[in-house]
């Protein structure tokens, strides 16, 4: 069943300004990880941020999570032609001692750059 | 290069044609995982392996059987698919701890892709 819902699902922005998207889930989760593809290939991991966290950076993204809201925040500062691609988010999900490590993905934010 | 390698990166079939997918990792990595990317749909995860042994099946239908002779390898054997089978198949691979509670799950890698066509 589908855990992360992304929003917007569409995204297009000018180079050089900031992109924000946003990622809901239901359940309880251990970690909520963000993904970026590119058309037709697949998934490259971006970031991993923990329950425990409420923030997390890496080069140009900061990564949000509020889980009292059961929410996260991806944002790209100072996006370039280059970032153009769908981000997911994914959240773990499973039972005890069977099914760790299981990823479920969202239907994913399609950013659009444009130079 | 993620370290997960998926051939063939296309495949054209018939519905009565018998192929299947392979996908390889060499991060020893303990858990691999076939999912399944349709247009405007999410990705679906198919099947799971952790440490060799099944552990998920999502509802998946018997013409999609799965193999993991061991961690390094995992087949998807098709037979008789449909034309909405048509599909991008990822593979990834993840370090999962040792069986418990659920722990802190580490990143998956992916592999590019068989972008499947069922004619």
């Known amino acids: 069943s589908q855990q992360g819902e992304e929003d917007p699902q569409a995204l297009s922005i000018q180079e050089g300004e900031n992109a924000t998207m946003n990622c809901s889930y239901k359940t309880s989760i251990n970690n909520l990880q963000w993904y970026r593809q590119n058309s037709g290939r697949g998934l490259v991991h971006l970031i991993l941020i923990r329950s425990n966290e409420r923030e997390k950076h890496s080069g140009r993204l900061r990564v949000t999570l509020d889980t009292s809201k059961k929410s996260s925040s991806l944002l790209i500062t100072a996006s370039r032609a280059a970032d153009t691609a769908s981000y997911f988010c994914a959240t773990a999900a499973g039972s005890y001692g069977g099914s760790q490590g299981n990823l479920i993905f969202g239907k994913g934010t399609k950013l659009s750059v444009k130079p | 290069e993620t370290g997960v390698t998926q051939t063939p990166r296309h495949l054209v079939m018939g519905m009565t044609n018998k192929k299947s997918l392979k996908c390889e990792q060499h991060l020893g990595h303990n858990a691999m995982y076939w999912y399944k990317q349709s247009a405007k749909k999410p990705l679906e995860l198919m099947f799971v392996?952790?440490?060799?042994?099944?552990?998920e099946n999502n509802s998946v239908p018997s013409r999609f059987s799965p193999e993991c002779p061991n961690s390094s390898h995992l087949f998807l054997h098709l037979h008789t698919l449909q034309p909405e089978d048509s599909a991008l198949y990822l593979c990834?691979?993840?370090?999962?701890?040792?069986?418990?509670?659920?722990?802190?799950?580490?990143?998956?890698?992916f592999g590019q892709g068989t972008r499947l066509t069922v004619v």
């Open positions: 392996y952790n440490f060799k042994e099944q552990t």
């Open positions: 990834a691979s993840s370090q999962v701890p040792g069986q418990g509670p659920l722990g802190t799950n580490t990143e998956a890698f």
